[in-house]
């Protein structure tokens, strides 16, 4: 049997190579810490779960769900968009309820780009926003987010040629895996320079509500101008710990917004009405739970910080999101560090390089890591740096 060659071009995915390893050293016997993947260990609040099991006994939800979601969900949706970011949203033709935001990333690529196109995707990035992009036969620029930058990219950089050929620009603040953030003076120039070149922006926003130190990020919709030339992304999953859920959406342009329905409505039979419900009662409920995560999540950061900077690694703690993006001692490449970590100590981090060329010289580390296992892990980097 011959397989297709874009299945035969596509790279295995960087958190299932991860889980691999993982699981090899577990077999073992070997003890491992996983600062790899940001999937909160917090669970998801009772309120939440109760809706789901009450919704999950109506045989009502046990039927085929429309593609677009429940208009009581959509609703619910724009409501929680003009109450966080005074952003105001149609339920009907801007709000797209998804499968979890990786769904629509993935589809949009399908939607907006066709083959001989150009994706302006960020290095480092999350790897679906290229991957989607080269599954449709677009070509990907890539925009390098660089320290000295603020690791925002820099658009004058970006060469007339490619631009003249350019049809999606790819943002994402906060940011993974380097934790920045972006204000609204960033998204008015990715607005601006969209429109100038006819460009669908789409900006992947899932750790809006993962913040610290008081700061309170922004949407890019919030920015003059944004509507007409993107959409957002944006999750339940890491505000509401419902990674396992399964639900997320898509929100602005209403073309951009019925293309990517037109598309979904094609290839799958939309979100079991019980999670659809389950996320109203999110959106609706009492939002205590994102307070409560942020408090985890920043003890979490200034313990892990504290450590890395105690094995002499220049570590700069995010004002966002759920990573640390930190630099690897002199001497070390990303992959070496990183494998010598797991190999001397079994704490497992990411190296930079997965997210692309220019995360070479550092290594990500999530902050989803419950506490006795942080405590653990933290006890073995001081080990390593008394082995070095």
């Given at each position: 049997m011959k397989l297709s060659k874009r299945i035969e071009n596509l790279p295995p995915y960087l958190f299932v190579q991860?889980?691999?390893?993982?699981?090899?050293?577990?077999?073992?016997?070997?003890?491992?810490?996983?600062?790899?993947i940001g999937d909160p260990d917090l669970p998801t609040p009772k309120h939440i779960l109760a809706e789901l099991c009450k919704a999950a006994e109506?045989?009502?939800?046990?039927?085929?769900?429309?593609?677009?979601?429940?208009?009581?969900?959509?609703?619910?949706?724009?409501?929680?968009?003009?109450?966080r970011f005074g952003v105001k949203l149609n339920p009907d033709t801007e709000v797209l309820p998804l499968i979890g935001s990786k769904e629509g990333i993935g589809h949009a690529a399908w939607?907006?780009?066709?083959?001989?196109?150009?994706?302006?995707?960020?290095?480092?990035?999350?790897?679906?926003?290229?991957?989607?992009?080269?599954?449709?036969?677009?070509?990907?620029?890539?925009?390098?987010?660089?320290?000295?930058?603020?690791?925002?990219?820099?658009f004058n950089a970006i060469p007339q040629d490619v631009l003249s050929k350019a049809k999606v620009l790819w943002i994402n603040y906060p940011n993974n895996p380097t934790g920045a953030v972006a204000g609204l003076d960033f998204f008015k120039e990715a607005a601006e320079f969209a429109a100038k070149h006819n460009l669908a922006v789409c900006h992947d926003g899932p750790y809006s509500e993962i913040a610290f130190d008081g700061y309170k990020p922004v949407?890019?919709?919030?920015?003059d101008g944004a509507k007409e030339v993107g959409i957002e992304f944006h999750s339940l999953s890491k505000s509401y710990n419902m990674t396992g859920w399964r639900i997320g959406m898509a929100v602005g342009n209403a073309k951009m917004i019925d293309a990517l329905r037109r598309f979904k409505s094609n290839l799958d039979s939309g979100i079991p009405q019980a999670i659809q419900l389950m996320a109203i009662a999110a959106l609706n409920?009492?939002?205590?739970?994102i307070s409560q995560n942020c408090?985890?999540?920043?003890?979490?950061?200034?313990?892990?910080?504290?450590?890395?900077?105690?094995?002499?690694?220049?570590?700069?703690?995010?004002?966002?999101?759920?990573?640390?993006?930190?630099?690897?001692?002199?001497?070390?490449?990303?992959?070496?560090?990183?494998?010598?970590?797991?190999?001397?100590?079994?704490?497992?981090?990411t190296p930079g390089t997965g997210y692309g060329t220019s995360g070479e010289g550092y290594i990500r580390l999530s902050l989803t890591v419950p506490d006795e296992q942080l405590g653990k892990g933290i006890a073995k980097l001081a080990n390593f740096k008394s082995q070095a």
């Open positions: 991860i889980s691999k390893k993982i699981a090899e050293k577990r077999a073992k016997g070997e003890e491992v810490i996983s600062f790899a109506d045989p009502a939800n046990h039927r085929y769900p429309e593609t677009e979601g429940l208009p009581v969900l959509r609703k619910a949706m724009a409501e929680w968009y003009e109450k939607c907006f780009l066709d083959p001989g196109d150009v994706a302006l995707v960020p290095d480092p990035a999350y790897p679906v926003y290229a991957i989607s992009s080269q599954l449709a036969g677009a070509e990907v620029f890539y925009m390098p987010l660089n320290k000295e930058n603020n690791f925002l990219p820099d949407s890019f919709l919030e920015a409920g009492s939002q205590d739970v408090a985890v999540y920043q003890r979490r950061r200034d313990r892990l910080v504290e450590a890395l900077r105690n094995i002499g690694m220049e570590v700069t703690a995010p004002k966002a999101s759920l990573y640390i993006w930190a630099p690897v001692p002199e001497g070390y490449t990303s992959a070496s560090f990183a494998t010598e970590l797991l190999d001397k100590t079994g704490v497992v981090v």
